[in-house]
């Protein structure tokens, strides 16, 4: 694959989407062309499946089913957007990946990541992410955030434990990844979070241009 792929990653409330929008915003001032897609998500199916994902429907879902319910709405995220964008040498701008995977059903379910391994290589075959954005904020600040935007998800819903862990295996795997990894901390004022990912924009992608 020729094109970028450019995922961006973090806990609830770390300021994902203001990310997503400084990036498309940098990328059509620089003539980069890009697509853009989230996860859950992308697809009609995969939409679908978020909807399952996310919805309060009366069901509990073990957290085996979570993880596979994952992996289906990525391989058909793969085969209809990721894959066929990166071959046209786009960068492709995705709201979390499998990175999120490893955070939150392992890390906050306490699966094994091995089996997240397993289907990373099953679904994926060698797609990584040339680079993640990581926003990192501490989960108390992120969940007050959330909060404030209205009612809760399925999984914003869990307990303050679990987003701490989700936000420890983040930032293991960004030690773990250090060329794939650039944290950003979104802890401070919109101006400081938003100069921080402009410099990592420019380093990065800048030969792009």
């Not at 290589?121 to 108390?140: A, F, H, I, K, Y």
């Not at 992120?142 to 295996?169: H, P, S, T, W, Y």
Request: charge should be negative; glycine fraction near 10%; proline fraction near 2%.
């Amino acid at each position: 694959m020729s094109g970028f792929f450019l995922t961006i990653e973090g806990c609830e409330g770390a300021g994902k989407s203001t990310a997503v929008n400084l990036i498309k915003e940098w990328m059509s001032e620089k003539g980069i062309e890009f697509t853009e897609t989230r996860e859950p998500g992308g697809t009609r199916v995969a939409e679908d499946i978020r909807s399952l994902l996310l919805s309060h429907h009366g069901e509990e879902l073990s957290d085996t089913t979570e993880l596979l319910l994952m992996f289906a709405a990525r391989s058909q995220n793969l085969f209809h957007n990721i894959e066929p964008d990166l071959s046209a040498d786009k960068v492709v701008i995705c709201d979390r990946f499998t990175d999120a995977t490893y955070a939150y059903q392992g890390g906050g379910r306490g699966l094994e990541q091995e089996q997240i391994a397993t289907l990373e290589n099953l679904v994926q075959g060698s797609c990584r992410p040339d680079m993640t954005l990581l926003m990192d904020v501490d989960p108390e600040v992120g969940m007050a955030r959330a909060r404030g935007r209205g009612e809760l998800d399925r999984i914003e819903q869990e307990k303050m434990d679990f987003f701490e862990r989700v936000r420890e295996e983040y930032l293991n795997r960004s030690k773990t990844y250090p060329q794939q990894y650039e944290v950003i901390n979104a802890g401070g004022s919109l101006e400081q979070v938003k100069q921080q990912i402009l410099l990592v924009l420019e380093r990065r992608l800048g030969e792009r241009s």
